[in-house]
């Protein structure tokens, strides 16, 4: 990881209650195990991308079932590396921009919440042209279940990753992330929940045939902090909640991935995760433990 350096958010603090009344977190999350992720920065790797054997090496394994965690989880920095330097995949990259993000995941719920809390520290920023002036920082998380959304159950977050979506190269502006034959009514989406530290605002959506920011019912507060180069962000979401929100259930997993849209980025700019399993109150990637 390169050398960390304080921007011009340093010492700032950003906070947000979303909901009418913040639930109280664990009392103590040391006591909470942490996960440690790495999340690369994937320049042009959309879904279709990663089923193109003539491109992708790993399809033909990907047909068989592997996940990309199970190939790929060893070699995330190396690949970022690669990307974001130009060497495959990125036909634009950006002079300075961070290969990979190392973040620690923790997960706890006391039968009505889901807490989920993300620590990682603050890249040295590129110098590139602000893309999301509004926001330094926003971090998002999907979940699925069911394995309903095609190669969720394997590849986390890339089933909403297309080819013609937004800041691809050639799509259009208007096109928004999307999964394959997409359905709230037969339970085909991710739900979403994202933290924009610029606008101090939390977003409960969905995506099915379109990205929906708004309209979920399960959030109910997420609040994130800089200190010392080093960014945390808590969400708590009831396990239940309505239309766009997947019904989280003690005993079961479900397909998780998460984003950081680093140094003031939108769209594909982002670094993300591969794809790993949420479990509540049973043994997975990331475990939410009842406490």
Not at 29 to 55: D, M, N, Q, R
Not at 88 to 106: H, L, M, Y
Not at 202 to 228: F, H, I, P
Not at 262 to 286: C, M, N, Q
Request: negative net charge; glycine residues 14%.
């Amino acid at each position: 990881m390169k050398k960390i350096m304080m921007t011009s958010l340093a010492g700032a603090i950003f906070t947000l209650t979303a909901g009418s009344a913040l639930a109280a977190a664990p009392a103590d999350w040391s006591k909470v195990p942490a996960t440690s992720i790495s999340l690369l920065y994937p320049g042009v790797s959309p879904i279709e991308w990663i089923t193109k054997g003539t491109e992708h090496g790993g399809a033909r394994v990907l047909r068989k079932g592997e996940t990309c965690a199970g190939c790929h989880s060893e070699e995330v920095g190396d690949m970022g590396q690669l990307i974001a330097s130009g060497g495959k995949i990125e036909p634009s990259p950006i002079p300075g921009k961070a290969p990979f993000i190392d973040a620690k995941v923790q997960a706890a719920n006391d039968g009505e919440n889901l807490y989920l809390r993300f620590v990682w520290k603050q890249p040295a920023a590129s110098g590139a042209p602000q893309m999301d002036e509004n926001n330094p920082v926003k971090i998002a998380y999907m979940l699925e279940a069911g394995d309903k959304v095609e190669l969720a159950g394997q590849s986390g977050c890339w089933g909403s990753c297309h080819g013609d979506a937004r800041t691809m190269p050639g799509a259009a502006d208007t096109k928004t992330k999307y999964v394959k034959g997409g359905s709230l009514a037969d339970g085909v989406f991710y739900d979403l929940n994202q933290w924009r530290s610029g606008e101090n605002k939390a977003y409960d959506g969905y995506v099915a045939t379109e990205r929906v920011m708004e309209g979920g019912q399960a959030l109910v507060s997420a609040d994130g902090k800089l200190t010392d180069g080093v960014w945390t962000v808590e969400f708590t979401r009831k396990l239940r909640g309505g239309e766009g929100d997947v019904a989280l259930e003690s005993g079961k997993t479900y397909n998780f991935g998460f984003a950081i849209h680093d140094d003031s980025s939108i769209g594909r700019f982002h670094h993300v995760s591969l794809g790993y399993k949420l479990g509540i109150d049973t043994e997975a990637d990331i475990t939410a433990l009842k406490q």
